[in-house]
Protein backbone atom coordinates (compact mmCIF):
# COMPACT_ATOMS: atom_id res chain seq x y z
CA UNK A 1 0.00 0.00 0.00
CA UNK A 2 3.09 2.37 0.23
CA UNK A 3 3.99 1.78 -3.40
CA UNK A 4 0.32 2.49 -4.07
CA UNK A 5 0.80 5.90 -1.87
CA UNK A 6 3.88 6.26 -3.54
CA UNK A 7 1.94 6.77 -7.15
CA UNK A 8 -0.74 8.95 -5.77
CA UNK A 9 1.87 11.55 -3.94
CA UNK A 10 3.61 11.22 -7.15
CA UNK A 11 0.89 12.50 -9.28
CA UNK A 12 -0.47 15.01 -7.01
CA UNK A 13 2.55 16.94 -6.25
CA UNK A 14 3.04 18.02 -9.18
CA UNK A 15 0.16 20.12 -9.00
CA UNK A 16 2.45 22.17 -6.62
CA UNK A 17 4.17 24.49 -8.73
CA UNK A 18 1.14 25.94 -10.05
CA UNK A 19 0.09 26.46 -6.44
CA UNK A 20 3.47 28.09 -5.39
CA UNK A 21 2.69 32.01 -6.18
CA UNK A 22 -0.61 31.73 -4.29
CA UNK A 23 0.14 29.48 -1.54
CA UNK A 24 3.95 31.09 -0.52
CA UNK A 25 5.20 27.87 -0.68
CA UNK A 26 8.96 28.24 -1.40
CA UNK A 27 11.59 25.72 -2.05
CA UNK A 28 13.06 26.91 1.01
CA UNK A 29 10.30 25.05 2.77
CA UNK A 30 9.23 22.08 0.35
CA UNK A 31 11.33 21.84 -2.47
CA UNK A 32 9.70 18.63 -3.60
CA UNK A 33 6.19 17.14 -2.46
CA UNK A 34 7.95 14.16 -2.32
CA UNK A 35 10.06 15.61 0.99
CA UNK A 36 5.93 15.46 2.46
CA UNK A 37 7.39 12.20 3.55
CA UNK A 38 11.06 12.64 4.65
CA UNK A 39 11.42 11.86 8.69
CA UNK A 40 13.24 15.07 7.90
CA UNK A 41 10.34 17.35 7.08
CA UNK A 42 8.10 18.58 9.21
CA UNK A 43 4.24 19.21 8.67
CA UNK A 44 4.17 22.79 10.29
CA UNK A 45 4.18 25.44 7.86
CA UNK A 46 0.57 27.11 7.60
CA UNK A 47 1.74 27.92 3.44
CA UNK A 48 1.90 23.85 3.20
CA UNK A 49 -1.85 24.30 4.45
CA UNK A 50 -2.47 26.87 1.57
CA UNK A 51 -1.13 24.67 -0.77
CA UNK A 52 -2.44 21.66 -0.18
CA UNK A 53 -5.76 23.41 -0.64
CA UNK A 54 -4.89 24.78 -3.85
CA UNK A 55 -3.56 21.77 -5.41
CA UNK A 56 -6.59 19.92 -4.35
CA UNK A 57 -8.99 22.37 -5.68
CA UNK A 58 -7.09 21.05 -9.35
CA UNK A 59 -8.59 17.76 -8.55
CA UNK A 60 -11.82 18.53 -6.84
CA UNK A 61 -10.99 16.93 -3.61
CA UNK A 62 -11.84 19.11 -1.57
CA UNK A 63 -15.27 20.73 -0.72
CA UNK A 64 -16.02 24.23 -0.75
CA UNK A 65 -15.46 24.30 3.43
CA UNK A 66 -11.82 23.16 2.18
CA UNK A 67 -12.71 19.62 4.20
CA UNK A 68 -12.21 16.45 1.83
CA UNK A 69 -15.11 15.48 -0.78
CA UNK A 70 -15.28 11.86 0.30
CA UNK A 71 -16.50 10.39 -3.22
CA UNK A 72 -14.16 12.40 -5.21
CA UNK A 73 -11.01 11.52 -3.03
CA UNK A 74 -12.17 7.77 -3.17
CA UNK A 75 -12.88 7.70 -7.21
CA UNK A 76 -8.75 9.59 -7.58
CA UNK A 77 -7.16 6.89 -5.31
CA UNK A 78 -8.79 4.64 -6.97
CA UNK A 79 -7.45 5.77 -10.54
CA UNK A 80 -3.95 4.46 -9.53
CA UNK A 81 -2.72 0.47 -9.61
CA UNK A 82 -3.94 -1.07 -7.34
CA UNK A 83 -6.02 2.32 -6.12
CA UNK A 84 -8.97 0.09 -4.50
CA UNK A 85 -6.87 -1.21 -1.71
CA UNK A 86 -5.63 1.84 -0.44
CA UNK A 87 -8.58 4.31 -1.26
CA UNK A 88 -11.07 3.22 2.04
CA UNK A 89 -8.30 3.52 4.07
CA UNK A 90 -6.91 7.12 2.91
CA UNK A 91 -10.06 8.26 3.02
CA UNK A 92 -11.02 6.93 6.87
CA UNK A 93 -8.10 8.17 8.16
CA UNK A 94 -8.05 12.02 6.60
CA UNK A 95 -11.39 12.13 8.02
CA UNK A 96 -10.41 10.98 11.72
CA UNK A 97 -7.70 13.68 11.60
CA UNK A 98 -10.23 16.52 10.37
CA UNK A 99 -12.61 15.59 12.73
CA UNK A 100 -9.96 16.10 15.50
CA UNK A 101 -9.25 19.69 14.14
CA UNK A 102 -12.61 20.44 13.36
CA UNK A 103 -12.75 23.65 15.34
CA UNK A 104 -9.89 25.72 13.89
CA UNK A 105 -11.39 28.05 11.50
CA UNK A 106 -8.40 29.05 9.54
CA UNK A 107 -8.41 26.60 6.59
CA UNK A 108 -4.41 26.77 6.03
CA UNK A 109 -3.80 26.35 9.76
CA UNK A 110 -6.64 23.44 9.87
CA UNK A 111 -5.22 21.93 6.83
CA UNK A 112 -1.80 21.64 7.86
CA UNK A 113 -2.56 20.07 11.24
CA UNK A 114 -4.63 17.73 9.47
CA UNK A 115 -1.91 16.54 6.79
CA UNK A 116 0.51 16.21 9.62
CA UNK A 117 -1.91 13.75 11.72
CA UNK A 118 -2.47 11.76 8.54
CA UNK A 119 1.76 11.73 7.97
CA UNK A 120 2.07 10.17 11.50
CA UNK A 121 -1.21 7.89 11.02
CA UNK A 122 -0.26 6.68 7.70
CA UNK A 123 3.35 5.89 8.91
CA UNK A 124 1.64 4.00 11.97
CA UNK A 125 -0.44 2.05 9.34
CA UNK A 126 2.35 1.00 7.52
CA UNK A 127 0.88 2.95 4.21
CA UNK A 128 3.30 5.92 4.03
CA UNK A 129 6.02 5.70 1.54
CA UNK A 130 9.92 5.95 1.20
CA UNK A 131 11.28 9.35 -0.59
CA UNK A 132 12.96 7.21 -2.80
CA UNK A 133 9.96 5.28 -3.58
CA UNK A 134 7.95 8.55 -5.10
CA UNK A 135 10.69 9.26 -6.87
CA UNK A 136 11.29 6.22 -8.75
CA UNK A 137 7.61 6.60 -10.41
CA UNK A 138 7.30 10.67 -10.69
CA UNK A 139 8.28 10.05 -14.24
CA UNK A 140 5.09 8.05 -15.25
CA UNK A 141 2.97 11.43 -14.38
O1 LIG B 1 -9.50 18.69 5.63
C1 LIG B 1 -8.39 18.66 4.82
C2 LIG B 1 -8.36 17.44 3.99
C3 LIG B 1 -7.17 17.39 3.09
C4 LIG B 1 -6.00 16.89 3.78
C5 LIG B 1 -4.98 16.47 2.81
C6 LIG B 1 -4.18 15.38 3.40
C7 LIG B 1 -3.10 15.00 2.48
C8 LIG B 1 -1.79 15.31 3.08
C9 LIG B 1 -0.71 15.36 2.10
C10 LIG B 1 -0.32 14.03 1.58
C11 LIG B 1 -0.49 13.74 0.34
C12 LIG B 1 -0.32 12.48 -0.24
C13 LIG B 1 -1.04 12.13 -1.28
C14 LIG B 1 -2.10 12.97 -1.90
C15 LIG B 1 -3.44 12.85 -1.28
C16 LIG B 1 -4.48 13.67 -1.93
Not at 106 to 114: A, I, L, N, Q, S
Request: aromatic share 8%; charged share 30%; glycine share 4%.
Amino acid sequence: LAEVMSHVTAHFGKALDECREESGLTADILEGFQNFWSEDFDVVHRELGCALICMSNKFTLMQEDARMHHINMHDYIKSFPQGELLSTKMVDLIHNCEKQFDDIEDDCTRVVKVAACFKVDAKKEGIAPEVTMIEAVLEKY
